[in-house]
């Protein structure tokens, strides 16, 4: 399978990380980091299936599905990557033209499974489960889900996965030192951008407290609720301080 080549489409670096070292042992790929750099790639190079996420600067994901439908540039399956999860968000993708939807946080084997089943149709794979969207432990379950790192160990290396976390608790932290000054300027736009951003890689890598605190945290900011904004902030920046406590005490699981 390594004659297949996948492109990855993320806004973001550690999302990009995650699916290298999910499908690198599997597939060839490259990456964009929005649609308008998807675009270049696809009007330069072949590939055979996208991994597109829906919520990109510059050029989003379904735009960018647009402009290739448009164009004709690929005949490849493109697949929707999102945070949105609903049946009725499945079936809004798959009707604007995506060849099917992936929900994050992502799952590993759903993930490979999913690419395997559009790059080989009909073959023996069963997929019933690729777009599942499993539930996401409880607000006061462990600080991390260890299933989840042992599935990220299927395929990769423990240094690697290592990087991803610490990685992850870097940006998240640069993130949250970013939500301060803009709850100074009140720039809640920005503000939910960047909580959904950390929910995301949170929820990707099973950093459960935070995933939890932030998914509410970003509700709280679409739905204008900004009464205990400083306060969420500063619980935010506690629960990061905690993972990273956690992390460097419990690296015997990789």
């Known amino acids: 399978m390594k004659d297949k080549k996948v492109l990855i489409v993320d806004d973001n670096a550690l999302n990009r990380k995650v699916f290298e070292n999910i499908i690198r042992h599997n597939y060839l790929f490259e990456t964009a980091e929005n649609g308008l750099v998807a675009l270049d790639k696809l009007r330069e190079k072949d590939f055979d299936i996208i991994l597109m996420d829906i919520q990109m600067p510059k050029l989003d994901g379904i735009s960018t599905l647009k402009v290739i439908k448009t164009e004709h540039l690929t005949e490849a399956p493109i697949i929707a990557v999102s945070a949105y999860s609903d049946q009725s968000d499945r079936d809004y993708f798959i009707a604007t ?23 080989n149709p009909g073959g023996a794979s069963v997929v019933a489960e690729s777009t599942a969207v499993e539930a996401v432990p409880a607000a006061d379950s462990e600080e991390l889900n260890e299933k989840i790192v042992k599935q990220l160990l299927k395929y990769n290396s423990p240094d690697n996965i290592k990087t991803v976390y610490l990685d992850f608790i870097e940006e998240a932290e640069d993130l949250t030192a970013d939500i301060k000054n803009l709850i100074e300027s009140k720039n809640y736009k920005e503000i939910g951008e960047k909580l959904h951003i950390i929910k995301g890689n949170s929820g990707t890598l099973g950093a459960n407290k935070i995933y939890h605190f932030s998914a509410s945290f970003e509700k709280n900011i679409k739905t204008s609720n900004f009464d205990n904004i400083s306060q969420e902030h500063l619980k935010l920046k506690q629960l990061l301080d905690n993972f990273r406590d956690y992390f460097s005490e419990q690296q015997s699981i990789l």
Not at 107 to 116: R, V
Request: proline share 9%.
């Open 97 to 119: 033209g995506f060849d099917e939807f992936i929900a994050k946080p992502i799952k590993p084997k759903n993930l490979l499974e999913t690419i395997f089943q559009h790059l």
